[in-house]
């Protein structure tokens, strides 16, 4: 009679799922590297609403596109939602710095039609100037910024949309490629690298590597004064820490 010891059975499947998912990373990575030569431009800009979305969320788009392009962030507040605005600009130059972005490449707009709160719609004509404005006077040829949802449903992260959205309509960024980050269900959300079977088949997929990943997190913890219990928990488990899915706004 065959006998099977069932420790031996377990280590040898645990190792082939390691095994298998490793396998699969390194495709996906490959595949990645190969779709990101359409970003390969000059000047590419990402617009936030607060200090911290730029890791919380673009840190694999981001990470990924400083390889072959030159990254610049515009932040449309300050986050004072808490009065720590001040607290909170030296934390996003911090963390951008961590990412590869350097302070002359990051723009903060401190302006009192755009306050940081998820109760006040922000005016998709103020907004939207600015953004024009900065696009324009910096001859940026890529923008990266938030879907409808604004992965979170936060009402700030929605009026960027909103507005280059609006921008988009009306014909003022018709030499710029406009992409959006894909919101996902609160489910996938939470699964950080098993999402990857369902993020894979998107037309545009940033996919960190394991080092890239120690970066996002060192850049989060740069936001000292956000560091609240569920906001660590979200930096080990959200999948938008380690893969960016992004869609082009046409």
Known sequence: MVTFDLSWISIFSLFAVILSSLLIISYCRQLNLQENKKFEFDKILVITAHPDDECMFFSPSILNLRRC??????????????????????????????????????????????????????DSKIAGQIIADHIKHNQFQVVITFDAYGVSGHTNHIDIFKAVKRLKVEGLLKDVAVYVLSSISILRKYISLLDLPFSVYSRQMFLSSPQDIILAQKAMYAHRSQLLWFRRLYVLFSRFMMINTLEELK
């Not at 990254?71 to 004072?80: A, D, P």
């Not at 710095?97 to 302070?103: D, K, Q």
């Open 69 to 122: 392009s030159t990254v610049h962030l515009l932040c449309l507040s300050t986050g004072n939602y808490y009065q720590q605005g001040e607290t909170r600009k030296q934390e996003l130059l911090s963390s951008c710095g961590i990412l590869g972005i350097p302070s002359s490449h990051v723009t903060v707009i401190d302006n009192r039609y755009l306050p940081d709160d998820p109760k006040v719609n922000w």
